[in-house]
């Protein structure tokens, strides 16, 4: 064993790269086999679901697949009332957002209840973009982008534990938690249940292709520590949602480049391996910046892996991208507003500042 580590120049990172590179080719490939829609869903999935052992993996996969099988069926059900106009669906959103995110940040299976929430959002969204399109369809092919990546991401995680992990183990991640009651993560999933429910509105007022992918931006970056939401939380989403411009713009330019350039498929599928390399790495090794690392990778598949490889060209990817950067656009104003609204006082006895719950 010791032999083997000094003659091949891997470690622990490098193996978890390699993974997720193996995961995402899988994934992509199992998509377009099955006839997913969204391919470059499938290969997310593929990237987010891999974790260092088989175990937590498969854990992680499946809270993913439970709480999008979830979100889907309550799209069915509820997506009906959204055609009554944004009014309906905002209020629609706002219910079923701010429960699951509240769970999400606080609950031991916050994964399934932020994909709840995720894929309500992103379909009730997708619905609305496309009146004509059927909501069943949509469903359908959502659970089957997670489920193909997910299937993708087992089987490279099982493979590499009775190989790679034998001489490069990972460090085994602690075991989650349910908080007690929080009321700093309820007035945190408030301010992101409300940028949510912004979106119809948003929509209707100008032209947003896959405007869904602003649900997805809100819900993601909303995602934060809990230790960091006492002062209000606008520092840890601002930090959050600047990581995630940076690693999209990265992670945009590299694709682009490689768009420009007219490469063959064969050539594209090696840049995604390199770009998902280059992104697990950096989300490895920048600890207090890792979500760089999360967002280069997405913009990179967002960007790189079409629905059809004939269709392989910037504007869908644009297109994309747009949507991610409106709900940026969305989200911070309503985090700032929420803090200067409930600012602290300052206090004259004894000189003292008192924060109010969301101050700073």
Known sequence: ???????????????????????????????????????????????????????????????????????????????????????????????????????????????????????????????????????????????????????????????????????????????????????????HAAQGTLAVALLPWIARAIDVPEIAQGAVTILAVMMVPLKGLEAGGLRLVSARLGQRVVGCVAGAGYAGVVLLLHVSAGVLLLAVAIGVAIGRMAENGWRARSYVGTQFVLAVLVTLVPDRVEDVAVAPALARLEGIAVGLAILEPVVVAWHLIARPRVSTAHGAVLSEPGGP
Request: with cysteine.
């Open 1 to 187: 064993m010791t032999a083997l580590r000094i003659r091949v120049p891997l470690d622990a990172r490098r193996v978890d790269a390699i993974e997720c590179v193996v995961s995402v080719l899988l994934a992509i490939a199992l998509a377009h086999w099955t006839g997913a829609r969204n391919i470059s869903w499938a290969a997310f999935s593929g990237y987010m679901v891999m974790r260092g052992h088989v175990s937590e993996t498969m854990l992680r996969g499946l809270l993913r697949i439970v709480g999008t099988v979830t979100g889907a069926a309550l799209a069915l059900l509820l997506v009906p009332w959204t055609a009554h106009g944004p009014v309906a669906m905002s209020l629609l959103l706002a219910l079923v957002t701010l429960p699951t995110l509240y769970a999400a940040l606080t609950a031991r299976r916050a994964y399934a209840w932020l994909f709840v929430a995720l894929t309500f959002a992103m379909v009730v969204l997708d619905a609305a973009e496309h009146p004509g399109a059927d909501v069943h369809a949509l469903v359908a092919t959502r659970v089957l982008e997670v489920a193909v990546g997910t299937l993708a991401c087992v089987m490279v995680s099982l493979a590499s534990t009775l190989t790679l992990r034998r001489w490069w183990p990972a460090a085994k991640a602690g075991r989650a938690t349910r908080q007690p009651w929080h009321p700093d993560a309820l007035r």
